[in-house]
């Protein structure tokens, strides 16, 4: 099995997820794919959560309605049928809702951790709609799964090849097996 991983620049606009999708079907052999987060996306993240720190919650709520425009509007260049294009708006929709409702409680490191984790999240529903959209049976599989970190922040190898190869088992039969980067090392730690 091929093993790829994409920076955020390589899915930095619809145009280049299509290059990507390109790539990591070009072989026809099962593919593993890592994405990070659209580029600029984690800075944007980021700076959501320093509103919410300084107890700014009108601030966050502009940056997150600006970027869920962004991320909207890429939906009408990256799909081509009703059906994607609904699927990925309704998943986004529900994305940045979730962004918002961090907008009304108690803002900590872990709430922190949460809303920085999403760009990837998104990235990758994108990116696994728009293979499934052009027939490639391609599946997500989220790196909260089988990532985990040891006391010291490195990865717990033991933990994730077991996981991982449970989980493959599950899913055999995908050309494309799409994850995330960073998701693992922003939400769990042993």
Known sequence: M???KFGGTSVGSP????????????????????????????????????YLYRKNPEGANEVINNLERKYLGHIEELYS????????HDF???????????????????????IVAQGEVISTNMVVNYLQ??????????ALDFMRTDKNA???AQYIKEKLTAIMQQNEGYQVYITQVHLSECLWRD
């Open 92 to 114: 986004i929709v529900e994305e940045f809702n979730y962004l918002r409702s961090f907008t009304k409680d108690l803002f900590t490191s872990f709430e922190e951790k949460s």
């Open 154 to 156: 490195e990865p717990d």
């Open 15 to 50: 145009e280049r997820m299509k290059g990507v999708a390109s790539l990591v079907t070009k072989s026809g052999e099962p593919t593993f794919v890592v994405l990070s987060a659209m580029s600029g996306t984690t800075n944007t993240l980021i700076e959501i959560s320093d």
């Open 81 to 88: 049928t009703e059906e994607y294009k609904q699927k990925t």
């Open 2 to 4: 091929k093993v790829m």
């Open 133 to 142: 959209e052009q027939g490639v049976k391609a599946t997500l599989l989220s």
